[in-house]
């Protein structure tokens, strides 16, 4: 297998945990002193930014990703993954010892989810295993969450990035929990904040103001467009010009695992094609309703797909 390991061009990078999701079809999810059944499992490669990182290749964004994996069977799956689908791999980073990272997570038949994370060598990133040429022409530099020290090589990152560079970010729970002080460093580069309903009202500690409140807070602090997910109620979202509200498309539900990524591949998939802000939502919710319909990457839709839904 020939791994790609030339792209100094990409067009998006991504910067994130890399894991193999040891996912379990469950009957339902147990509570403290309750008992469940596994009915099914699978080994996916994962992990927030790959999985969107994997869902724009599909789309025939030109894609890479900064990473750590270990030499074991997990880390060889991951990469293997990530060359099967043409994410470059030149930002890889393989650590010496250790292990690669794993969310161990239960799917229940509506669909519905818990997760365990163990981080394994995500967490040893540091910033001189990161090669500045390799990012140095991206488009958009797409962030997600790391469970440790690598959110501090992150930060460290945003100085080296160019400015013409888009910063999108995708905090995840993980980081929304850190309080607003600490990841304000990223939210004052941020150009496309990617967030769900429950982490927006969690970062503000507000449950009672509008969502269009809390999005202008938002875009006051310079962020250029704000993107509120709320699954099947769809997303609203906000920049300085545009404001929309656009529903969910339906689709049978078989695991909502990496919704939110999927729907970030449509989404930046439609800014980088320079749709508008409502029609960039409705294709991430689009390919986020392709996504959900089966396990893993399996059904991110291709770039055919799409233009036969958008482009007449």
């Known amino acids: 297998m020939e791994i790609f390991d030339y792209d100094l061009n990409a067009e998006v990078i991504g910067f994130g945990a890399l894991n193999v999701d040891k996912l379990y079809s469950v009957e339902n999810i147990a509570g403290a002193d309750e008992e469940s059944f596994i009915k099914s499992s699978t080994d996916t490669p994962g992990g927030s930014a790959a999985n969107t990182i994997i869902g724009l290749s599909k789309l025939g964004v030109s894609t890479s990703i900064i990473g750590k994996i270990a030499e074991d069977d997990d880390g060889d799956l991951i990469e293997y993954n990530l060359a099967v689908n043409e994410v470059f791999s030149n930002n890889l980073i393989y ?34 295993e990161i090669n500045p040429l390799n990012i140095m022409r991206c488009k958009i530099m797409h962030y997600t ?113 990496g919704a939110g990524d999927s729907f970030n591949s449509g989404f930046l998939y439609a800014f980088l094609n320079d749709y508008d802000l409502e029609k960039s939502c409705e294709i991430g919710n689009w390919v986020a309703s392709k996504a959900i319909e089966g396990f893993g990457m399996d059904k991110f839709p291709k770039l055919d797909e799409l233009k036969v839904k958008f482009i007449k």
């Open 145 to 257: 969450s790391f469970v440790g020290d690598s959110f501090k090589t992150q930060i460290e990152l945003l100085e080296k990035l160019s400015k013409e560079c888009i910063l999108s970010f995708d905090p995840g729970m993980l980081y929304v929990k850190k309080g607003f002080d600490e990841i304000k460093p990223i939210l004052d580069r941020c150009d496309i904040l990617l967030i769900n309903e429950s982490e927006l009202r969690l970062l503000f500690n507000d449950e009672k103001s509008s969502l269009r409140q809390l999005v202008k807070n938002l875009l006051d602090l310079g962020i250029g467009t704000v993107v509120v997910k709320k699954g099947s109620e769809g997303v609203f979202a906000c920049n300085n010009d545009e404001e929309c509200e656009v529903k969910a498309f339906e689709c049978e539900v078989v695991d909502t695992t």
């Open 95 to 128: 650590a010496d010892k250790g292990s690669t990272g794993k969310c161990i997570g239960f799917v229940d038949s509506n669909g519905d989810r818990c997760l365990y994370v163990d981080p394994g060598v995500n967490d040893d990133i540091v910033i001189d």
